[in-house]
């Protein structure tokens, strides 16, 4: 059993106008096994709650703490942070030219293993996670995120989610720009990757469609930078009948 | 004179201010483009294993196939007018590549060597020139395409760190003949490379493909020309470059020059830049001179950029150090390249080496 806990976290970020606070002190903690949706606005801070957790160097961090197990996750580099078994599942997957989809996993999980995986079971593991996703074989040869569709990219990034097994995975509007059929396949191996591993999961999102098929055991409405109302699976029904409006004017 | 002709060079020792020079050291250049150089008669070159059937790599005297206004390549044709030939005979095909490379070294004095490399009509080749060692080198090389002929030229510069390498690669390239270079720059402390193309019968095709990976103190500098003098010829030109170190200089120019008879040209090319640290310096130009509205394209791009700090964030997310996101996206933004080489040996001894310099760039 693992727990990710962030307390009172602070962020800020660069801008034109200068310096600006997105985060106003955020309080969330995940034990393993769990299912966290994050819910609000668009602006309200959601993604930069997720970059943050992640280590992008944009953001920072002026106050609080996020620690898995205890261990200080601020202290630790971005590549510390996924071997310590943080995943972030990103809303823009970044393109990588020149770099197959095939190199890249195994060197992600030679660095998370410590060691090189089999080839053979190497190779077992990948078909399973592309036909769990239903992706062709061919797609292992093209480059990372290189001219992917928005379908395959998200696909993509799950593919990275179970075969890398982290202990907690942040999926950043993981359901944006996804068509039902794909949306169903990207929930069922984030729920696959759950079961498996027991999973710590926290779901970004906008909209509650993909709740319909990832069921969140907790909902936090995010708002002006902070959680502004918790509660459980049918605080998102709220959400669908009621809209922000009433954080947002709040 | 167009601007581009006044980039081809008169008959004189260079001084530094014409445009073709003004990127180049000149103190760096061993003497070679002075005449200060001390030319010995070291006949470098050589071919690497038996030459097939309709294949010849003698010595002989050489005309050249076309007249240079370059103050090196004069200085090497008043110097000798012998020289290296490979030819391939018409409707010959050879199916396995053919290697040439360095058999004799030496910094206390200079080479000035000419080649020439003569496909007959229909002939289909790929030649590999492996340039390695210690040199002072300036190089007249030629390639003559006969009508129908089929050449990949691959030039592989891996010199030691005190090589001085000045030459020309010139393909003269007849009707319906169709020349493909990959030109890989990864070694020497100062490599000039004027790879150029003389379009002179129609349907001709050129694709110009190069790396080239400067780090601390190196000066690579690669000056295109390419003649449209003929109709219905296509060029493409794709250069990638990446720089490492204190003082790394790299120098990209692309002239493209499409002559009022070459109607129906198709052309485009591309050089990209990757600056990889502070105090490295990449100069890139495109030119571009069209005297006939009738062509079917012509265009050219240049870019010269940082690295992609998000894309080092993408890799660190997954678990990979830095060091190694770093070394992944370089063998990346060269794979597309080196890849074309098709020969794996070569090609995993082309990335170890682009390795190891970063490595000793430290990042």
Known sequence: MSTLEIRGLKVTVDTEQGVKEILKGVDLTIKSGEIHAIMGPNGSGKSTLAYSIAGHPKYTITGGTVTLDGADVLEMTVDERAKAGLFLAMQYPVEVPGVSVSNFLRTAATALRGEAPKLREWVGEVKGAMEGLKMDPSFAQRNVNEGFSGGEKKRHEIMQLELLKPKFAILDETDSGLDVDALRIVSEGVVRAKEANNLGVLLITHYTRILRYIKPDFVHVFAAGKVVEQGGAELAEKLEANGYAEYVSA | ?363
């Open chain 2, 1 to 363: 004179m167009t601007t581009l002709a006044s980039n081809i060079l008169e008959n004189h020792t260079p001084t530094g201010r014409e445009e073709a020079w003004r990127f180049t050291p000149l103190k760096r250049l061993a003497g070679l483009h002075d005449g200060s150089a001390t030319p010995d008669d070291r006949k470098s070159l050589a071919i690497n294993g038996a030459t097939a059937t309709g294949v010849s790599f003698t010595r002989g005297t050489i005309t050249a196939a076309s007249p240079s206004e370059d103050a090196i390549v004069n200085r090497i044709r008043n110097h000798t007018s012998e020289g290296a030939i490979l030819a391939i005979d018409k409707n010959t095909v050879v199916s396995e590549p053919i290697f040439l490379n360095r058999t004799t070294w030496g910094l206390d004095s200079a080479e000035l060597s000419r080649v020439q490399i003569r496909l007959g009509e229909h002939a289909k080749a790929t030649v590999i020139l492996e340039n390695t060692g210690d040199t002072h080198l300036a190089e007249d090389l030629e390639m003559v395409l006969a009508p129908g002929s089929d050449l990949t030229f691959i030039s592989l510069q891996e010199w030691e760190s005190k090589s001085v390498y000045a030459a020309t690669h010139n393909a003269i390239i007849d009707r319906d003949a169709s020349l493909k270079t990959i030109t890989v720059t990864v070694g020497g402390d100062l490599v000039r490379l004027l790879p150029k193309v003389e379009f002179i019968g129609s349907g001709a095709s050129a694709d110009l493909q190069g790396v080239y990976f400067a780090t601390a103190g190196q000066f690579f500098e690669h000056r295109m020309h390419v003649d449209h003098a003929v109709p219905h010829a296509k060029s493409n030109v794709n250069y990638k470059g990446a720089l490492a170190g204190d003082k790394a200089h790299t120098v990209w120019i692309g002239d493209v020059y499409i002559r009022a008879a070459a109607e129906g040209t198709d052309t485009y090319e591309l050089n990209r830049n990757l600056i990889l640290t502070d105090g490295a310096r990449a100069d890139s130009v495109p030119n571009l001179e069209i005297e006939t509205g009738e062509i079917v394209g012509a265009g050219h791009a240049s870019t010269t950029g940082r690295f992609d700090d998000e894309q080092l964030f993408y890799l660190m997310s997954r678990g990979i150090q830095e060091s190694d996101a770093r070394r992944l996206v370089v063998r990346g933004f060269f794979n597309e390249v080196i890849s074309l080489i098709g020969n794996e040996e070569i090609q995993e001894r082309l990335m170890a080496r682009i390795d190891n310099e970063l490595e000793k760039a430290g990042k």
